[in-house]
């Protein structure tokens, strides 16, 4: 039986694993663990969710760990190690990972990405910070106003390379590179390898790095159940819905789906439209603030939402413990995304299920799909429920929540004030004025002299209207 103890670890760094829960070193650790603490480059591929980042992480710790100290002064606190990637929900989950990892140590740990307020992250740089995860632009615009310096970088890590890749990230981080040391160590970690990432390793590492693949390329995870459904592009929302309503635990409704679409305007609209139906969903897209982006993760990891509805944007750097679904709404267009799309499920040994729909004309991509991942899917017909079929799930749904119920003392007591507050329905709504018998009112009293008044105001106004479209001429002879 493997432990993080064969390594040899410091002391502080195994007790945050050990605080952490981690048991056991996955495949991805026991192989590029012994290879980072050398010193040594390395290319590693495995799939999502297998612990790529303590992979990388916990030997870079370990290696910049001799300049740990509790100095105040910034100039004492360089730069060591740089994390790049792609998206800010993955550098923020990385630095996250990176603060528990070093946090019985002094090292700083911090973390910059766009679409948040600049001041507060230069002010954190200033201050001197040994572990920086960071978005490509976002470190580019902190350089340029010399808010942090990259001279002194031992380690740099491309996490997640091909998306930065697929991301036009390559003359960003072709910048970065050139201001780092030439003796530094490089890791590149992806889970998936495609010629273009074989090409940038070879300007990004040195010759003959260390390739580790712990599992056959671009293979999905083993613990995921793969569902390929064939529809028509008219049914689509209905089948979706259909399946949140009923594939849940007891044919009951799903909880902590993620469906993934191409498009940002097909994530807002699909969103609402599961909103009115009943369905508690959120919308998590580029065209989103951070702070509505974090909101919406924040609600759906608490279970306040139960959908989320997502572009790529969200495939990399999501992880929710025990995530047990997984949508495909519209097929990606790119087959390494589907691997990631679906990585999302299935983490960590846990079962998770991964449902897409395609349309006919999804046919090449779909082939794609099945080419990356050396496997045929059994597609299968799919149409919505009939009204009667959709009116037998809700009255389950119903019959279900009854069963589930239990009244408390604070039920009774409202129940017994609505009986007493009960007022049958020929009673309610009914205006006094119409039970009433009408009764004619006679009165020979004469006219007052408001009313006189009023009279001559209103005769008098055709003639002043009268005045006006004769023009100025009769105004004067009146």
Same mark, same amino acid.
């Given at each position: 039986?493997?432990?993080?103890?064969?390594?040899?670890?410091?002391p502080r760094i195994l007790s945050?694993?050990?605080?952490?829960?981690?048991?056991?070193?996955?495949?991805?650790?026991?192989?590029?663990?012994?290879?980072?603490?050398?010193?040594?480059d390395v290319m590693g591929a495995?799939?999502?969710? *297998?612990?790529? +980042?303590?992979?990388? =992480?916990?030997?870079?710790?370990?290696?910049?760990?001799?300049?740990?100290?509790?100095?105040?002064?910034?100039?004492?606190?360089?730069?060591?190690?740089?994390?790049? *990637?792609?998206?800010?929900?993955?550098?923020?989950?990385?630095?996250?990972?990176?603060?528990?990892?070093?946090?019985?140590?002094?090292?700083?740990? =911090?973390?910059?990405?766009? =679409?948040?307020?600049?001041?507060?992250?230069?002010?954190?740089?200033?201050?001197?910070?040994?572990?920086?995860?960071?978005?490509?632009?976002?470190?580019?615009?902190?350089?340029?106003?010399?808010?942090?310096?990259?001279?002194?970088?031992?380690?740099?890590?491309?996490?997640?390379?091909?998306?930065?890749?697929?991301?036009?990230?390559?003359?960003d981080i072709s910048r970065i590179?050139?201001?780092?040391?030439?003796?530094?160590?490089?890791?590149?970690?992806?889970?998936?390898?495609?010629?273009?990432? +074989?090409?940038?390793?070879?300007?990004?590492?040195?010759?003959?790095?260390?390739?580790?693949?712990?599992?056959?390329?671009?293979? +999905?995870?083993?613990?995921?159940?793969?569902?390929?459904?064939?529809?028509?592009?008219?049914?689509?929302?209905?089948?979706?819905?259909?399946?949140? #309503? *009923?594939?849940?635990?007891?044919?009951?409704?799903?909880?902590?789906?993620?469906?993934?679409?191409?498009?940002?305007?097909?994530?807002?609209?699909?969103?609402? +439209?599961?909103?009115?139906?009943?369905?508690?969903?959120?919308?998590?897209?580029?065209?989103? @603030?951070?702070?509505?982006?974090?909101?919406?993760?924040?609600?759906? #990891?608490?279970?306040?939402?139960?959908?989320?509805?997502?572009?790529?944007?969200?495939?990399?750097?999501?992880?929710?413990?025990?995530?047990?679904?997984?949508?495909?709404?519209?097929?990606?267009?790119?087959?390494?995304?589907?691997?990631?799309?679906?990585?999302?499920?299935?983490?960590?040994?846990?079962?998770?299920?991964?449902?897409?729909?395609?349309?006919?004309?999804?046919?090449?991509?779909?082939?794609?799909?099945?080419?990356?991942?050396?496997?045929?899917?059994?597609?299968?017909?799919?149409?919505?429920?009939?009204?009667?079929?959709?009116?037998?799930?809700?009255?389950?749904?119903?019959?279900?929540?009854?069963?589930?119920?239990?009244?408390?003392?604070?039920?009774?007591?409202?129940?017994?004030?609505?009986?007493?507050?009960?007022?049958?329905?020929?009673?309610?709504?009914?205006?006094?004025?119409?039970? @009433?018998?009408?009764?004619?009112?006679?009165?020979?009293?004469?006219?007052?002299?408001?009313?006189?008044?009023?009279?001559?105001?209103?005769?008098?106004?055709?003639?002043?209207?009268?005045?006006?479209?004769?023009?100025?001429?009769?105004?004067?002879?009146?």
């Amino acid at each position: 039986m493997s432990s993080f103890k064969q390594f040899n670890l410091d002391p502080r760094i195994l007790s945050a694993i050990e605080r952490i829960g981690y048991k056991e070193p996955t495949p991805i650790q026991l192989e590029a663990i012994p290879v980072v603490l050398k010193g040594g480059d390395v290319m590693g591929a495995a799939q999502t969710g *297998t612990g790529k +980042t303590a992979g990388f =992480g916990l030997p870079l710790i370990a290696r910049i760990l001799r300049h740990a100290n509790t100095s105040m002064s910034p100039a004492r606190h360089p730069v060591r190690a740089l994390i790049l *990637t792609p998206t800010r929900e993955l550098a923020d989950q990385v630095s996250t990972n990176m603060m528990q990892y070093a946090a019985d140590t002094p090292l700083r740990v =911090g973390v910059v990405y766009g =679409g948040v307020d600049f001041r507060p992250q230069s002010d954190m740089l200033r201050r001197g910070v040994e572990i920086l995860t960071a978005t490509p632009g976002r470190l580019l615009d902190h350089i340029e106003q010399r808010a942090t310096n990259l001279s002194q970088v031992e380690i740099v890590v491309l996490d997640e390379a091909d998306r930065m890749l697929d991301m036009g990230f390559l003359p960003d981080i072709s910048r970065i590179l050139k201001l780092l040391p030439a003796s530094r160590q490089s890791l590149m970690f992806s889970a998936t390898f495609s010629p273009d990432i +074989t090409k940038l390793a070879k300007n990004f590492l040195r010759p003959d790095p260390v390739v580790i693949e712990v599992a056959r390329q671009n293979q +999905t995870a083993e613990t995921v159940t793969q569902e390929v459904y064939q529809v028509t592009d008219r049914d689509k929302t209905d089948v979706l819905i259909d399946i949140l #309503k *009923t594939r849940g635990v007891e044919n009951g409704p799903m909880t902590q789906v993620i469906v993934f679409v191409n498009a940002k305007i097909t994530c807002r609209r699909l969103a609402r +439209t599961l909103e009115r139906v009943g369905i508690n969903a959120d919308a998590i897209h580029g065209d989103k @603030t951070q702070e509505e982006r974090q909101a919406a993760l924040e609600g759906f #990891k608490s279970g306040a939402i139960h959908v989320l509805v997502a572009t790529d944007v969200a495939a990399r750097g999501l992880d929710i413990k025990e995530l047990p679904y997984v949508i495909n709404y519209d097929v990606p267009f790119s087959a390494e995304d589907y691997v990631h799309r679906i990585g999302r499920t299935g983490r960590a040994g846990a079962h998770g299920l991964a449902v897409m729909l395609a349309t006919t004309e999804d046919t090449r991509l779909v082939e794609a799909i099945e080419k990356l991942t050396n496997q045929t899917f059994d597609q299968k017909p799919l149409r919505p429920l009939s009204r009667q079929m959709r009116q037998e799930a809700r009255r389950g749904e119903r019959d279900r929540h009854d069963r589930e119920r239990v009244d408390t003392p604070e039920d009774e007591r409202l129940a017994r004030e609505r009986a007493r507050a009960y007022v049958p329905p020929a009673q309610r709504h009914r205006d006094p004025i119409f039970d @009433t018998p009408y009764r004619e009112r006679r009165t020979n009293s004469r006219p007052t002299e408001e009313l006189r008044v009023f009279e001559r105001e209103i005769v008098r106004k055709p003639r002043q209207q009268a005045v006006l479209l004769c023009g100025f001429g009769a105004l004067r002879r009146r």
